[in-house]
């Protein structure tokens, strides 16, 4: 399977622990992104990769989170101190980075975490 | 304050209904893509537009840049369209706005 992949698929983990996400994007792929989703609600970006550089950050993304890519392949996604309100989807989407904004996004299957 | 607002939230439909989702939003953007969620959360991309209309299959998008407004149409709808639709709008083509989702339920 040469799509997006996301570990662990779930988390459950007690508040003020640490975690961390990992996504393998298409190989690819020069960008990659993170977002965050709440139950009934759509995806929230957090973070944006060109190869290594983070070049955006979306202001949801608070000091307890840190995200890197530091070879230009899979991304770490880092919470910590966790809080309940940190419970989610974490999504990991890849795309090519050769069309711009009509770069076909393609999405991982996410993990879900909860904290208790 | 929502950049991406999408009518209906909820959706159900007789099995051969034809279906419109609308999306409106409140930015300057570059793309509009459509999206497709179903249960457990895989995403798949419908289209991707900055302009005019594209079909594939059964599906069609539509986007008026003017009036900023998108619509996805689905013909013949069938059980196995029933997901979430979503909206994401892209200014600069690095951040995306979404849509909350329209839930689509398509009865036999």
């Known amino acids: 399977d040469t799509g997006v992949s996301q570990d662990p698929r779930h988390k459950i983990t007690k508040r003020g622990q640490n975690v961390t996400f990992r996504c393998d994007p298409i190989?690819?792929?020069?960008?990659l992104y993170w977002y965050r989703q709440t139950l009934g609600q759509g995806p929230e970006f957090l973070t944006y990769?060109?190869?290594?550089?983070?070049?955006?950050k979306s202001r949801l993304l608070s000091d307890r989170f840190s995200a890197e890519r530091p070879k230009g392949s899979f991304s770490t996604l880092e919470i910590q101190r966790t809080e309940q309100g940190d419970s989610a989807m974490y999504l990991c989407?890849?795309?090519?980075?050769?069309?711009?904004?009509?770069?076909?996004?393609?999405f991982g299957p996410g993990t879900r975490l909860t904290v208790l | 304050k929502n950049e991406v607002e999408q009518s209906p939230q909820n959706l159900t439909a007789q099995e051969g209904e034809f279906i419109t989702i609308n999306c409106s939003y409140s930015?300057?953007?570059?793309?509009l893509h459509w999206l497709q969620q179903h249960p457990g959360g895989g995403i798949v991309s419908l289209f991707m537009?900055?302009?005019g209309k594209k079909k594939h299959g059964r599906l069609i998008a539509t986007i008026n840049i003017q009036e900023k407004h998108s619509s996805l149409h689905i013909t013949a709808s069938h059980p196995r369209d029933s997901a979430v639709y979503i909206c994401?709008?892209?200014?600069?083509?690095?951040?995306?706005?979404f849509g909350t989702g329209t839930s689509l339920t398509v009865i036999p």
């Open positions: 989407a890849s795309s090519s980075g050769l069309a711009g904004s009509l770069d076909e996004q393609f």
């Open positions: 930015v300057g953007i570059s793309a």
């Open positions: 537009l900055s302009s």
């Open positions: 990769f060109q190869n290594e550089a983070q070049l955006e």
């Open positions: 190989s690819e792929h020069n960008r």
């Open positions: 994401a709008v892209s200014p600069t083509g690095n951040q995306f706005y």
